[in-house]
């Protein structure tokens, strides 16, 4: 969500100059935290808000409004010497379980899989450990990131390795893997076109939450997100549109 509302943020601003909005990222749990201590009028995730933090946040009289702002489809990537162009669920799940540990194992060559994954606060883990694993635990070990631009350095630096990231992060210093959900009868690349055709399997909505008592506040800012102009600049960022 960070580079979309930054973008968001400083348009709404040239057009709204008596306006202020400040972003920080840090992942959706810290999001949801800020909410609840009252230290930012929106959380931005890119997870549903869960059971238990809507529950605190009533415990603290707090009801929330929640909004989608745009959908992101996840991309799996690899160093881009990797020969191995498609990988199916099952294949994720045991790659990231730990259960699948050599490229060999699914149709590469002889290299050690080395997996990256964000921290345990991220919106992104929580959708891939829901997505890709059907809610199984990752590797004891896996090497866990705080960004997903961190993900992308190690991944274009490790010949071996394997992660995952937003649409809107791809460049040419990893390579995208083609994803099948039905067993291996489709390989699907992840692109915004397929992303919004229903193709490409792993797509996600991304949220804002905020506090009722707060709307009039947060309601200018998340208009814009949604009319024609903020939603251009969902496009342009290589995201996938509302409307």
């Keep these: 969500m960070l580079p979309l509302s930054q973008k968001e943020a400083e348009s709404f601003m040239k057009t709204n100059p008596s306006e202020t909005v400040t972003v920080t990222g840090g992942g959706s749990g810290v999001g949801i935290s800020s909410l609840l201590e009252g230290t930012t009028d929106i959380a931005q995730l890119s997870r549903k808000i869960k059971f238990d933090e809507k529950q605190k946040l009533q415990e603290k009289g707090k009801s929330v409004k929640e909004i989608i702002a745009a959908y992101d489809a996840l991309a ?111 390989y699907t690349e992840p692109t915004v076109a397929n992303a919004k055709s229903g193709r490409y399997p792993v797509v996600r909505p991304l949220y804002y939450y905020y506090v009722t008592a707060s709307e009039n506040k947060v309601t200018p800012f998340i208009d814009y997100v949604l009319s024609e102009k903020g939603q251009k600049i969902v496009s342009e960022i290589g995201f996938i549109a509302v409307k």
Excluded: C
Excluded at 94 to 115: A, H, Q, R, S, Y
Excluded at 122 to 151: D, H, R, V, W
């Design 76 to 186: 799996v990537i690899v160093h881009p010497s990797n020969k191995t162009s498609n990988l199916t669920r099952e294949q994720l799940e045991g790659i990231f379980t730990g259960k699948i540990t050599n490229w060999k194992e699914v149709g590469g060559e002889d290299l050690k899989i080395i997996p990256y994954s964000r921290e345990t606060s991220s919106g992104t883990y929580e959708f891939f450990k829901t997505s890709a694993l059907k809610n199984k635990n990752y590797m004891n070990g896996i090497m866990s990131m705080p960004a997903t631009g961190a993900i992308i350095q190690s991944v274009s630096q490790t010949k071996g390795a394997i992660g995952y990231v937003g649409l809107a992060y791809l460049n040419r210093e990893v390579k995208a893997v083609h994803i099948s959900y039905d067993s291996g009868k489709t």
